[in-house]
């Protein structure tokens, strides 16, 4: 996966088609779904993000969002904001050759739907990974989902080129606002997934087996059911430490997720990228500048810790 151009044009008249029709971007959900579809399945499935001619250094992202309660309008936030995001990786300079993949996290003790994972693309494609996307609304009420689960997929179930050939981690951002399990499950890993582990994996395992190959973030945005509670908050630095990242408006996710991409690839700092969010006509400068402030301090002459299997990485972005 991942050939194929984004088209600004191609979206607007999607939009367009979409609005004369009154059909959703989300028809697949809004259709009465209520399980995974096929293009989303996890279950033995492995996602790549691989080089090719017309994108010769690709550079993998992915972005998983929690779709329980009220973090249901998250998607359709990303959904109207993608060419934001995608204009400003690629005209702004900010990746090389991105390619996104899009998911979303439910509770798997309760939930229908509890795992859902696109393909990497680098075209109009990724919009309608997103319009497949079952918006469950479910949770099990404990302040916890299975954020977990996801993450084991993303440690054990990808592979991409910017890892295996130039010891390059790729990005995770995942939107939510509750706590993690504390182990993977290996049943919900059997049934979902369809790996056969003879044990649970504890989250402090799984945590350090995808930040070895994936610069790990946890955005906590304004306006969902826990946004603000410290014990989530305190949670999460305590497995990322700086890369627990609250917003303070929901509106602004797609600028973060491009800012903070521009600035572990040093093609950015902070001031400049603020400054681009401007001149796009974007209104998040100010919560973005708030959220990312730790992170834009000194990321430009840091080199992530952690060796790769032939050569170093050089992403700007401290491992933590």
């Known amino acids: 996966m991942g050939s194929g151009m984004w088209s600004t044009d191609v979206y607007d008249a999607a939009d367009r088609y979409r609005r004369a029709t009154g059909k959703s971007a989300f028809a697949y959900s809004d259709s009465g779904a209520r399980k995974v579809h096929p293009a989303l399945d996890p279950r033995d499935a492995m996602r790549e993000s691989r080089d090719s001619a017309e994108h010769p250094q690709s550079t993998a992202i992915t972005v998983l969002f929690d779709v329980t309660g009220s973090m249901r309008n998250v998607p359709r936030t990303l959904q109207a904001k993608l060419p934001q995001?995608?204009?400003l990786l690629l005209r702004q300079g900010y990746a090389r050759d991105p390619q996104i993949m899009f998911g979303a996290i439910g509770d798997a003790t309760c939930d229908r739907v509890p795992l859902q994972v696109g393909q990497f693309e680098?075209?109009?494609?990724?919009?309608?990974?997103l319009g497949r996307?079952?918006?469950?609304g479910g949770g099990g009420g404990q302040m916890t989902e299975s954020y977990e689960l996801a993450m084991y997929f993303m440690a054990r179930h990808t592979a991409t080129d910017c890892w295996e050939k130039r010891g390059r981690r790729g990005y995770l951002f995942i939107i939510g606002d509750e706590l993690a399990y504390p182990q993977v499950d290996r049943r919900q890993v059997s049934r979902l997934i369809g790996d056969d582990l003879r044990e649970d994996v504890p989250l402090l395992q799984i945590v350090d087996e995808v930040t070895r190959r994936w610069d790990t973030y946890y955005l906590l945005p304004a306006g969902s059911s826990y946004a603000g509670n410290t014990k989530v908050l305190d949670f999460w630095r305590d497995l990322l430490g700086q890369n627990a990242v609250v917003l303070d408006d929901l509106d602004a996710v797609c600028e973060t997720i491009a800012l903070t991409v521009g600035l572990g690839e040093q093609a950015v700092d902070l001031d400049q990228g603020l400054a681009d969010l401007k001149k796009a006509g974007s209104k998040a400068t100010g919560t973005v500048s708030k959220a990312l402030a730790r992170l834009g301090r000194g990321t430009r002459d840091q080199v992530a810790t952690l060796p790769a299997p032939s050569t170093p990485p050089t992403r700007?972005?401290?491992r933590l």
């Open 85 to 87: 995001l995608l204009g």
């Open 316 to 318: 700007g972005v401290t």
């Open 133 to 136: 996307i079952v918006l469950e």
């Open 122 to 129: 680098s075209d109009n494609r990724m919009d309608d990974d």
